[in-house]
């Protein structure tokens, strides 16, 4: 059974360029968020995806941006790159969105540099 | 505003050692708390769980937390921690399938 996967590994790109990062959710799950994390910090929520809708949203600004593919797979795009995007991007994805448990499992992450 | 903060910042044990990590949360109602840890190269795993019922959890590879709502604290223990335990950890609150909020995280170092 793979787990949640993210591509690439890792990517460096200039400031004032765009970007896009990838995700497939575990098997079985259809709902998928994405988090930013800076160096020394914990996960910063950025948004989630059900049904191919943003769902909510955290504190950040409309540069970024995302998709939900029918197969549950998502996309984060962000675009005009900031130095202060350079970070560890996580995928995390989960079943439904009603009910008591709520259970996330995360990716490897996509480290992006933007230089 | 929904916040966790984790009181240890970096944490320095020997083996055999007894480990308790501290973790606050501010949410209003219901919250899901979690405790996540992250090996060296590795990815975010989930530890434990606390949904509702039994305010002590058990989770995985000995790790236990304790909910106490009046205190507002979700403290992860472990009785004798193994060198193998080096990672950071990370508590988080989310509620029933909202974002979550991470604390900032705590690294623990455990010395042969």
């Known amino acids: 059974d793979a787990g949640v996967t993210q591509s690439p590994t890792h990517l460096i790109k200039t400031r004032g360029q765009q970007v896009t990062l990838r995700c497939s959710p575990k098997?079985?799950?259809?709902?998928v968020s994405w988090y930013q994390q800076a160096l020394g910090q914990g996960p910063q929520f950025i948004f989630q995806y059900y049904e191919e809708e943003e769902r909510q949203r955290g504190n950040f600004p409309d540069r970024f941006s995302g998709h939900q593919f029918p197969n549950y797979s998502s996309e984060l795009n962000v675009n005009a790159l900031l130095l202060g995007d350079s970070a560890l991007y996580l995928c995390?994805?989960?079943?439904?969105?009603?009910?008591?448990?709520?259970?996330?499992?995360f990716g490897p992450g996509t480290r992006l540099t933007v230089t | 505003a929904q916040s966790v903060s984790q009181h240890n910042h970096h944490v320095i044990l020997s083996e055999a050692a007894s480990l308790e990590l501290g973790c606050n949360y501010s949410y209003g109602g219901t919250v899901n708390l979690f405790w996540y840890v992250q090996y060296p190269g590795q990815h975010l795993q989930l530890l434990l769980k606390y949904f509702s019922g039994d305010p002590l959890v058990k989770g995985i590879k000995g790790f236990e937390a304790e909910f106490i709502k009046s205190k507002f604290s979700f403290n992860l223990r472990k009785p004798s921690v193994q060198w193998s335990d080096t990672a950071e950890y990370f508590c988080?609150?989310?509620?029933?399938?909202?974002?979550?909020?991470f604390g900032d995280g705590t690294t623990l170092t455990v010395k042969p």
């Open positions: 995390a994805s989960s079943f439904g969105l009603a009910g008591g448990y709520y259970e996330q499992y």
């Open positions: 988080a609150g989310a509620r029933n399938a909202g974002k979550s909020t």
């Open positions: 098997s079985g799950h259809d709902t």
